[in-house]
């Protein structure tokens, strides 16, 4: 089992109000080329503990690949990890959004169309990835501010 456990930008004892996507993202340290091997994607999703990773050409946002799609595509008879692309794996339908967008607008729509996760840019820039782990760790954090408040 993975420790999904990573650091995610929530930390204070109380959230800001409304709750933006930036107070709970996962700051994006990593990405991959899309002209780089899976079994590269592979290794700093293993070193990084990370499931997701966005993929880049030339500094842009032109995808992203996850976990599973590499698990995937390994699947099939024939695929060579060290001479696959990421290009071949990666999904090029991105669902981007804005550090300043509210966090419930990101739900409402990972959910509706079954995201793992939105990749957070600023400008042109990869600033962060937010996912359904991110999204659980909100949910837990909101619940517990929740229980504690007095009645």
């Known amino acids: 089992m993975r420790n999904e456990h990573r650091s995610r930008a929530v930390k204070s004892p109380s959230l800001p109000s409304p709750i933006l996507v930036k107070h709970c993202m996962t700051a994006a340290t990593h990405s991959v080329g899309k002209d780089q091997t899976l079994a590269v994607a592979h290794g700093l999703m293993q070193a990084h503990d990370i499931r997701h990773l966005p993929v880049l050409e030339g500094g842009k946002l032109v995808g992203v690949v996850s976990e599973r799609d590499l698990y995937f595509l390994e699947t099939i008879a024939g695929v060579d990890p060290a001479a696959e692309l990421v290009e071949q794996a990666m999904s090029p339908d991105?669902?981007?959004?804005s550090p300043e967008i509210q966090i419930e607008t990101v739900a409402t729509e990972m959910a509706k169309h079954r995201y793992g996760c939105a990749v957070v840019v600023e400008g042109s820039k990869v600033v962060g990835v937010?996912?359904?782990t991110d999204a659980l760790d909100l949910l837990a954090k909101l619940s517990q501010e929740r229980s504690t408040r007095p009645s």
């Open 130 to 132: 937010f996912t359904t």
């Open 94 to 97: 991105v669902y981007g959004v």
